[in-house]
Structure formats: C-alpha cells, structure tokens
C-alpha cells in the first residue's frame, strides 16, 4: 500500500509539474506577443499581475477596473477572460459582467436575437447554459437561481442543460421546459425567438453581489430519495458529514490526504464519502486503515447519475469539500458547507472574505498561504460550529 501510495503521490507531481510548466510557457508567450502588439498595454498587464501574485488587492482591483475598458476598447479576448475573471473574484460584479458580455460579442458578434435586457413579453426564451462542452455541469449550477428571474420575463422558457441536470432543474423550475443540450438544440432555438446563454444571464441578474444572494433559489432533490438514504447513513444521533478530496485536475492546490487526518478521527461525526472516482486507497489512508468510518455507497456514482448524487448530498447535515462540481452542487442545494480552497487565482472563488453570494449557505476557508495543516484545522473548527449551531 506504500509502494502504491508512493508512486500515486510521484504520478501527481510529475502531472502538477507538466500543468504548471505549460501554464507558464502560455503565460509568457503570451505576454511577448502582447508586448509586440502594444507595449504600453503589456507593461500595464505585468503591474496587475504583479499586484494578483503578491495578493495585494487593495491594489489589484483598481488596476483590473482602469484595464477592462482599454482592453475591451482593443479587443483583447484573453485578456477580457483574465481581467472578467478578476473582478469577479474580487467583488466587482458588474464590471466583471460587462467585460463578460464584450468578449462574446467580439468572438462571436451581436445576434438580433440576443436577449441583453429588452421586453420578451410574450416571446419564448432559450436559456442555453451549456453552449460549449467546457461550462459542463458546475456553469450551468452556478448561474441556476437566474433561471428564476427570466421565467417572469418570457411568456415561456426552455432551459438546455447538460442530460444529468434535467431531472434536477425540472423539480427546480417546474414552469421552465426543461431539455438536453446537444441534438435537441437545433430545435429548441427554432422554436424560440429570442435566446440567453450564461453572458447574458451574468450581464443581466448577476451584477451585484447582494442582489446576487437576495435571488439565491435553492436547487431541489428527489425528496423521497433523501430520506432514503438518510435513513441508510444514519447510525446514531451525529451528524452526517459529506466529504470529498481528490480532483482529476492537476492544477488545483488541494490538501495531502495526511492533512485531512484530523477531521477524519473525530468520533463525534458520521462521515460519507462524496468523492468520485477509485478512492479505495485513499480510504485506507484517510481512516488509519479503518475505511469504515467513512460511509462509502457504491450505488451512487455522480458521474453517472447526478440527480441520485444531489439526494446523496442533500441528505447530509453538513458537507466539507474541496471546489469542485460537488461543492457547486452543495451550495446550490443550499447545504451548510465547507469548502476548502487553495490559493490558486484561476479558481472562481471570491479573494476576500469567507462567503460567496451565490451560495449563502456555503462557508469558504481559503489557505492564504498557510500551511494545509492550518486550513484543516480551520476548516475543522468551523465544522464544529456549523453543526453545533444547526447553520453556518
């Protein structure tokens, strides 16, 4: 078990190593031909990059809002995607939303049948939440409650999701047709005069971070599912905690399984694992070699069926996870959560602050540079409180 452990442990360096590497030699390239391109914009770049590394944000944010207008002036399209993503990581909502919209209009042109605001009484709308293949499942959960506000907008809405989510939003959004993205698109958009992807969804609901959460609709599970498995999972009077740790992507800055050894020795807790994937080993490794104490029900696989995954989630006292499309699946749900970031400025996490308003129920413990000893011990503590005052 070492061995294997061992080399699982050299296999993710080596792949942590390689994505870090090609992440430079783009970030760089880039820069050289942006310098070649317009010199003075380049240098502007580098000192707000420069602010982001040393997480001087005092400083960053008022960089990134003086660069959007004279990027999007100039049509920069990764740079509207670096200064979006910024801002909207740093509380600046609107101004995130508005460079948002300018990139797809630059990329993609303004289409008559656009929605950016103007009366659709009476129209039908198509909410396309998965345009492309990359927003996949957490796109489509994170930008869920605007689905509301649009439904009061259109005379009828048809929502396109990925095929997992239909069952999910459906319950969510009985007023919404509710259907698969991919071969059924074509006539989904033929039926509509009028469409919305997640942009325009941005652009319009998303601009303000209290409006934001004011809107926060919860997602709905199978309700009879939940007590379901609830009744499975439960052995006695302590709560049930839902746990995931591991990613396939080789970027993320997660916690070593050793780090997580502390939360996982408490006896006053009922653990479930949540984490998708072959986990045996690290099950050996996260309980001391005692795997029991973390529930593990192979008849649930997320991959496969996320609505089944949704009950598993929402049958659960509390949730601590690492970002992943689970911890989007909690929050939406409106599960008391936990989740564990690391310091990496690409994820979609707010900077400042332990809160995101798009899921108001959901307590974020970032590392800050700190020790992942430290943030586990954090996130432990707060753990702790979560279920002894019954909400985060």
Avoid at 30 to 53: C, K, T
Avoid at 56 to 76: F, S
Avoid at 219 to 234: F, G, I, N
Wanted: some cysteine; charged content about 25%; aromatic content about 8%.
């Amino acid at each position: 078990m070492a061995d294997s452990r061992i080399w699982r442990q050299a296999c993710h360096a080596a792949a942590l190593a390689g994505y870090r590497y090609k992440v430079w030699f783009r970030r760089h390239r880039r820069h050289i031909l942006l310098r070649l391109r317009d010199g003075d914009l380049a240098m502007q770049m580098s000192d707000y990059r420069q602010s982001v590394e040393n997480r001087d944000w005092r400083a960053a944010l008022p960089k990134a809002l003086a660069l959007g207008p004279l990027v999007k002036a100039r049509k920069e399209v990764r740079l509207l995607d670096e200064l979006g993503q910024g801002l909207m990581r740093m509380g600046a909502y609107g101004a995130a939303a508005d460079l948002k919209i300018a990139r797809r209009h630059i990329v993609q042109g303004r289409a008559d049948n656009e929605w950016l605001g103007q009366d659709i009484s009476g129209q039908v709308l198509v909410l396309d939440l998965m345009e492309t293949e990359k927003q996949g499942l957490a796109t489509a959960i994170h930008h869920s409650s605007s689905i509301a506000r649009a439904l009061s907008a259109a005379s009828r809405v048809i929502v396109l999701v990925e095929h997992r989510l239909i069952p999910l939003f459906q319950r969510t959004f009985p007023e919404a047709d509710v259907r698969a993205a991919g071969a059924g698109k074509a006539s989904a958009y033929a039926e509509a005069q009028i469409f919305a992807g997640v942009q325009h969804l941005t652009a319009l609901f998303e601009t303000d971070g209290s409006v934001i959460r004011k809107h926060f609709v919860p997602l709905k599970p199978d309700t009879a599912r939940v007590a379901q498995l609830r009744q499975r999972y439960r052995k006695d009077d302590r709560p049930l905690v839902g746990v995931a740790w591991s990613s396939s992507n080789p970027g993320k800055d997660l916690p070593p399984l050793a780090a997580w050894s502390g939360l996982m020795g408490r006896t006053d807790f009922n653990f479930v694992s949540l984490q998708y994937g072959d986990i045996e080993s690290d099950l050996k490794v996260l309980t001391d070699g005692r795997p029991e104490r973390i529930f593990l029900d192979r008849s649930i696989d997320q991959l496969v069926d996320m609505d089944l995954f949704a009950a598993q989630v929402a049958a659960m006292d509390a949730v601590v996870t690492i970002s992943n499309t689970g911890a989007h699946l909690a929050g939406a749900l409106g599960m008391p959560s936990i989740f564990i970031l690391g310091d990496g400025f690409k994820r979609s996490w707010p900077v400042e602050g332990d809160r995101t308003p798009y899921y108001p129920s959901a307590l974020l413990v970032s590392k800050r540079e700190r020790t992942w000893d430290q943030v586990m011990k954090e996130a432990e503590g707060s753990l702790e409180r979560l279920c002894r005052a019954g909400s985060v």
